[in-house]
């Protein structure tokens, strides 16, 4: 139960991702004059989510250390390498190494925005517990 804990949105975020990346090129949906921005803009969201869930569960409630974001984005950028591969035999897709650039940019992102917070966070609760001394 606690593997599902840490490690669970991370794996359901690659799944996500896994099966848009299978999606044959004919049946993604056109946004116009926005399609590129909207699908890029994807990329980076989509792994932002999965760069913060998979920093979560390399921390797991330790003290953060540039350990744990540098092991979360070789994770995320790894997962995007394996998803340009995996996208390259679906039909009506292709691999490119852009989109590889964009989701390790959007993984990057979301582990410096989990960081921040997580940073945020803790010099509230250190503050909150010098005022009650």
């Given at each position: 139960?606690?593997?599902?804990?840490?490690?669970?949105?991370?794996?359901?975020?690659?799944?996500?991702?896994?099966?848009?990346?299978?999606?044959?090129?004919?049946?993604?949906?056109?946004?116009?004059?926005?399609?590129?921005?909207?699908?890029?803009g994807?990329?980076?969201?989509?792994?932002?989510?999965?760069?913060?869930?998979?920093?979560?569960?390399?921390?797991?409630?330790?003290?953060?250390?540039?350990?744990?974001?540098i092991?979360?984005?070789?994770?995320?950028?790894?997962?995007?390498?394996?998803?340009?591969?995996?996208?390259?035999?679906?039909?009506?897709r292709?691999?490119s190494?852009?989109?590889?650039?964009?989701?390790?940019?959007?993984?990057?992102?979301?582990?410096?925005?989990?960081?921040?917070?997580?940073?945020?966070?803790?010099?509230?609760?250190?503050?909150?517990?010098?005022?009650?001394?």
């Amino acid at each position: 139960m606690a593997w599902i804990k840490r490690w669970g949105p991370a794996v359901f975020f690659m799944a996500v991702i896994f099966l848009i990346s299978g999606t044959p090129g004919s049946e993604l949906p056109e946004f116009g004059v926005w399609d590129i921005l909207a699908k890029k803009g994807g990329h980076l969201l989509g792994y932002a989510v999965l760069g913060s869930a998979s920093y979560y569960g390399v921390n797991y409630g330790r003290s953060a250390t540039i350990r744990h974001f540098i092991l979360a984005a070789l994770m995320t950028i790894l997962y995007a390498v394996s998803d340009e591969w995996h996208q390259k035999y679906v039909p009506g897709r292709n691999s490119s190494f852009l989109d590889i650039c964009i989701d390790a940019i959007g993984g990057l992102i979301g582990i410096a925005i989990i960081c921040l917070l997580r940073k945020s966070q803790s010099n509230r609760h250190a503050a909150a517990d010098s005022c009650s001394k």
